[in-house]
C-alpha cells in the first residue's frame, strides 16, 4: 500500500519544536531569532514565496523583516544593503528572493552575502562547506528532501537513487547529500542529455524528481515499490478552483502513486519542508553568536 512522505504534517510538527524553543529563549530573556529577506521588484511567485517565509517566521516567533527594492535597482544598491544585513548584529540570517532584475548579476550578490548569516546555503563557501561534509548552511529544498527522509524513517543505505535535474539549488546538492555518510545512497544525477532516462528511472529505489517540467514522470518511469519524491512545483490554470489555478508536480501521481512505497504529494510534500528548512538554519545561525543561550 502506498504510503504519504507528509510534509505539511511534518512541516508543522518541526514548526511546534522550533516555536517551543523559541519560548524557552525568550522566556529566559534572549532575543527571538531573527530572519530577514530581501526582495526586488515585483514578480508575483517571488511575492508569494516571501509572504509565506514571513508567515512562517512570525507563527515560530521569530522577529522577521523585509527589505523590499524597486526593479529598478542597481547592483550597487543591492550590493549596500547585503553589506548593512552582513553588519547588522540584530539579524541572524538573510535571503535574497531570486530571480533578481536583469541588471544585476545574482553571482555578485550571492557571493557578497556573509558565508555566516547565508541562510539559504547559496554562497561558494557553504557550497564548498556541504561538499566536504564540514558544518554549513545546507539548501533548504535540498535539506527538506532529506528531512522527510529521516524523519520518515525511510531506509537509505545501500539503495539506488536517482536524482533526476542538477540545479545548483535542488539536484546537485540532493545528490551530494544522499551519497554521503549517512544517507549512504548510490546515486545516479541525471539531467536533459541523459540518454534513455527511463531506463534509469525504472532502476530508482527513491527517485527525486527535480525537473521543473508538469507531470513528466509517468508509471512506465517508476520501478514498483520506489520511493518517489516529487520536488517539482508548477500553477496550471484551473477555473473550479476559487484561486483560478491548481498546484501540480514533475510526476504524474494519477498513475506514478499507486506503484510507490512511499510518494510525497504536490502540494504538501517537500514545499512546506522547504520554509520549516530555512527556519532551522536561521536557529542555527542564531546559536552561533548565542553560545550560551540553550
Ligand atoms: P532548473 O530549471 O534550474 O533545473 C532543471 C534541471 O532539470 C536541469 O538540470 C535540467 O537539465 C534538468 N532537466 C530539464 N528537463 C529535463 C528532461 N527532460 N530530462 C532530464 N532532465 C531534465 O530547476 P530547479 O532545480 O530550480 O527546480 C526544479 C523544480 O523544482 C521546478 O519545478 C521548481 O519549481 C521546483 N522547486 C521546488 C521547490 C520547493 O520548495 N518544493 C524549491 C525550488 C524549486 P540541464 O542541466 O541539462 O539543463
Redesign the pocket.
Known sequence: MTQILDGKELSVQIKTEIANHVRQLTAKGHRAPHLAAVIVGNDGASQTYVANKEKSSREVGFTSSVYRYPESTTEEQLLEAIAFLNNDTDIDGFIVQLPLPSQINEQHIINAISPDKDVDGFTPINVGRMVLSEECYVP??PM?VCTLLQRYGIETTGKHCVV????N???TPVANLLSRKGFDCTVTL?????RD?ASITRQADILIA????PE?FTADMIKPDAVVVD????RIPDATKKSGYRII??VKHSEVDPLCSWVTPVPG???PL?IVSLLQNTLKAYHRTHPNCD
Request: charged letters at 15%; hydrophobic letters at 35%.
Open positions: 533548504a529544498t527538506g533526476v535535474g542538477r540545479s539549488i535542488v539536484g541525471c539531467h536533459s542529455r541523459t532516462l527535480a525537473i521543473g517540467k513528466f520536488v517539482g512545483i508548477h508536480g514533475d510534500g517537500v514545499g522547504t
